[in-house]
């Protein structure tokens, strides 16, 4: 049997483009504008590796009764956020024939399954590498036993094997984004039916920690996770003050954190509206290839996305860092 070197291909490229996008673990998370807590916009096709993301502010005082207005008014504000973007491709190919026969299953479609889960997990990694800062000045919260303080540079090596995540700490983070830090700004929340939300999202074993926290149990006793209908919610572990927690294995970890370089602890992350900017073109490649006379078919995919963590004048726009200690299960 031939490979079908007529099918049209764009087909595949147009389903693989789809799946991805629904694959996406933070595609909940985005939007279009500075309101969604990731802005997301379309590359337009063939317009370079750079996009830019102006967020624009204003600030001002209101002028009341007949007080005059006409020279009085205020400039908006505007800083910008420039997306690098590169193209990113995986590529699979079948054993052969032969083996093809040994075994029932379309190739294409195990590929197109494939490439949809490789491609989504990148989209991911790169969204959790920007987010994450992994030395350096910051906004962080390191999680302390005894009482958690805010570290404007990387606490990791002050942690202890009990610094765990606690509700507590929830409250305290949602109060950092209100007020501003040193190190970020005063987060925007996210609103979703006329309310404010934060999201958290922890790695699962600092979020196997915060399950244990009885005050924590205690809260979601009686919670009960309202409008569902915004993606926001879906997967959620709970609410607490304002904050939807989520669990992801994304999460940047390590086993090396304390004066001892032995304990083990999460980066997880705290955001509000407007925490990064991403860029991406709607289009995606399929492009197939025959080897070996015809034996073997190959199959390559790339897209062109990048991603980066909002910020302006060396403050963070909306992301604080929850440095805890985890349970190494």
Not at 117 to 141: C, I
Not at 211 to 231: F, M, S, V
Not at 260 to 287: E, H, I
């Amino acid at each position: 049997m031939a490979w079908d070197t007529g099918l049209n291909v764009s087909r595949w490229a147009k389903q693989l483009a789809y799946e991805v996008g629904k694959e996406i673990y933070f595609s909940k998370f985005m939007g279009d504008t500075f309101g969604s807590m990731i802005c997301s916009k379309t590359m337009p096709e063939g317009k370079g590796k750079d996009m830019t993301f102006g967020l624009v502010g204003l600030t001002g005082t209101v002028k009341t009764g007949d007080s005059q207005l006409e020279t009085n008014e205020d400039n908006l504000t505007s800083n910008e956020v420039t997306v690098t973007t590169a193209q990113r491709r995986f590529g699979v190919i079948n054993a052969g024939k032969f083996d093809d026969s040994k075994v029932l299953y379309n190739f294409r479609k195990e590929a197109l399954a494939q490439l949809k889960r490789v491609f989504a997990e990148d989209h991911d990694a790169q969204l959790f590498s920007a987010l994450t800062k992994t030395s350096g000045a910051g906004a962080y919260l390191r999680a302390d036993a005894s009482a958690s303080v805010y570290a404007a540079t990387d606490p990791e090596a002050d942690l202890a094997a009990a610094d765990l995540a606690t509700a507590a700490d929830i409250s305290k983070l949602k109060k950092m984004a209100m007020l501003g830090t040193t190190k970020s700004y005063k987060m925007k929340p996210i609103r979703v039916n006329g309310k404010d939300h934060f999201v958290l999202i922890l790695h699962p074993e600092a979020a196997y920690d915060l399950a244990n926290d009885t005050q924590w149990l205690n809260a979601q006793k009686y919670a009960q996770i309202r409008g569902e209908d915004n993606p926001i919610f879906s997967g959620a572990l709970g609410i607490y003050d304002g904050v939807v927690v989520h669990e992801h294995e994304g999460i940047t970890n390590a086993d090396d954190g304390g004066t001892d370089n032995a304990v083990p602890y999460a980066r997880n992350l705290f955001m509000g509206a407007g925490a990064a900017c991403y860029a991406k073109t709607d289009n995606m490649s399929w492009v197939e290839k025959t080897f070996d006379y015809g034996n073997q078919l190959g199959v390559a995919a790339g897209q062109i996305y990048g991603v980066q963590r909002a910020a302006f004048a060396s403050k963070d726009f909306g992301v604080i860092q929850y440095t805890t200690a985890r349970t190494n299960l």
